[in-house]
């Protein structure tokens, strides 16, 4: 999304990204709407957006809109460069004030997810301390460690990431070597920990 300059009035360009053309048809049918909003571009698959986006600008603010969790999600969106992150859950009024935000220069996150945000700031380790050790993790090893913790087992993880059992076990050495643990089972039992600890 380009922000408009000086001029109130100028006209907002905005690319939409979605895998699902009936949510892109939504989005584009309520951002429309408003006035001096301009869907110029949708795109449904990455090289398309990455493509849209060569064509539009090449620095755009990055609301995301998903429907994975803000509390597992909203936080590797922000480091990733997202000026936003929300629920496909929300309103149409609450998607429209988030793209005002976002355009206005703001970060828009949900109340509750502002509080965690905060709060785990209000909280942060004093400087030198390590960081949390998931936060080493890549968003696949994150996402990997996640599903493990919720019970499934390798293979329905490869089902659902569309990946092979063998880069799942991949990913769960990965996760073994980064945080240190010694065997599967010790990695799983502390996964499924720290998921009962975020229900």
Known sequence: MNSPDSNRQALVRIVLVDDH??????????LSSQAHFQVCATACSAPEAVAAVEREHPALKILVISMHDETLWAERALK????????????????????RAVLAGGIY????????????FASARPRGSSVSPLEILSD???????????????????????????????HRDHIKEKIGFVTSAEMIREAVRWVETRA
């Open 21 to 30: 053309p009936v949510v892109l048809d939504g989005y584009r049918t309520l």
């Open 80 to 99: 990733a460069g997202a000026k936003g992150y929300m629920m496909k859950d929300c309103d149409s009024s609450t998607v429209i004030a988030a793209v």
């Open 109 to 120: 996150l949900s109340p509750s997810m502002s509080a965690r945000v905060l709060g785990a």
């Open 140 to 170: 696949r090893e994150f996402e990997v460690f996640r599903l493990f913790g919720e019970g499934r087992t390798a293979k329905e993880i490869a089902a659902q990431l569309s990946i092979s059992p063998k880069t799942v076990a991949v």
